[in-house]
């Protein structure tokens, strides 16, 4: 059963434009949705997070949107360099005491210079 | 990597034999995870711990078992390894409240 459907599953962006990746979760449960940055070799790192009280949320380079009645929620990445180039996973998860996180099959990104 | 170790980095087995993965950390976190990555699959949760001796199944915990006897050790064990069990292995913690985990940096594991 999998409840965070991610899209793509690989994207390709020139340098300087704009990357947007897909979620959609199923558990209206679900209230924290964060994004994950992992480069090749190393352990996925928290890249932007959000909550269903706002519907965007902007940390630099990096935006996520939300929809919470559509049950949708978007990275995206703008003016993409190709340092950007990793692999992206969306999660999300439910509060209480046994906190635990369901992630996306993840979007391998790729930033051509 | 947050003061996260996992070991070892890199394990080839047979199949059959058994396996232990450790993870230790030096944060005092409550909450630690195993999970697993694979192609087309993502990250999956096999196991996860809220605290000392406390211990829950994820989505995908058949093979596997898990202890925690101190906050700092979270161990992963395959009793008789399979290869549908060859995987990057990845433990990662969190203090629960913040909901951030913290992500070590991985055990790929061969079962030939």
């Known amino acids: 059963q999998q409840q965070v459907k991610q899209s793509p599953q690989s994207l390709i962006v020139q340098k300087g434009g704009i990357s947007i990746i897909n979620c959609a979760y199923e558990n209206t449960a679900f209230d924290y949705f964060p994004w994950y940055q992992q480069f090749p070799g190393k352990g996925p790192a928290l890249l932007i997070a959000?909550?269903?009280?706002?519907s965007e949320k902007k940390e630099g380079r990096f935006t996520i949107s939300f929809n919470k009645s559509a049950k949708q929620f978007s990275l995206h990445i703008m003016d993409s360099q190709p340092g950007d180039s990793a692999t992206y996973f969306c999660a999300s998860s439910s509060g209480g005491s046994n906190y635990k996180l369901t992630f996306g099959k993840g979007t391998l990104l790729t930033v051509n210079p | 990597d947050a003061g996260i170790t996992q070991s070892p980095r890199h394990k080839v087995t047979e199949t059959g034999t058994p396996v232990t993965l450790r993870c230790h950390q030096t944060?005092?976190?409550?909450?630690m995870y195993w999970y697993r990555q694979d192609p087309g699959h993502g990250l999956r949760l096999i196991h996860y711990s809220y605290g000392v001796k406390d211990t829950d199944k994820g989505e995908v915990s058949d093979g596997y078992s898990v202890s925690r006897s101190k906050t700092e050790d979270f161990l992963l064990t395959l009793e008789s390894a399979t290869s549908s069990q060859t995987s990057v292995y990845f433990c990662a913690i969190g203090e629960g409240a913040s909901e951030k985990l913290f992500f070590g940096s991985g055990t790929q594991l061969s079962v030939l």
């Open positions: 944060e005092n976190h409550r909450y």
């Open positions: 959000i909550r269903p009280d706002v």
